[in-house]
Nanobody
């Protein structure tokens, strides 16, 4: 079993910055892809950014140039640096881990509990 614990959410004014962290724990040998998704009220969950174990990244068009995803493979931790935040970035942000290799096999997808990010205008 894999547990993902997010931290770093909060309330910030438009134009401000926040840094989210997500640490994976369990009997983990490796994690293929880690990422961040978000869900605003009344909307579907959407991809924000992903990063592979080799460092390849993918971003939603809406956050390109403002958000930066990174990870520390040794710590099984992924980060999301969010700059120039806008009110439309307000959402619950969820951490995701895909292809987690554990002692009993491979877990396709694991999710954190979510952390609220609120950007005021």
């Amino acid at each position: 079993q894999v547990q993902l614990v997010e931290s770093g959410g909060g309330l910030v004014q438009a134009g401000g910055s926040l840094r989210l962290s997500c640490a994976a724990s369990g009997s983990i040998f490796s994690i293929n892809t880690m990422g961040w998704y978000r869900q605003a009220p009344g909307k579907q969950r959407e991809l924000v950014a992903t990063i592979t174990s080799g460092g390849s990244t993918n971003y939603a068009d809406s956050v390109k140039g403002r958000f930066t995803i990174s990870r520390d493979n040794a710590k099984n931790t992924v980060y999301l640096q969010m700059n120039s935040l806008k009110p439309e970035d307000t959402a619950v942000y969820y951490c995701n881990a895909d292809g987690v290799v554990v002692t009993t096999g491979v877990i396709d997808a694991s999710w954190g509990q979510g952390t609220q990010v609120t950007v005021s205008s």
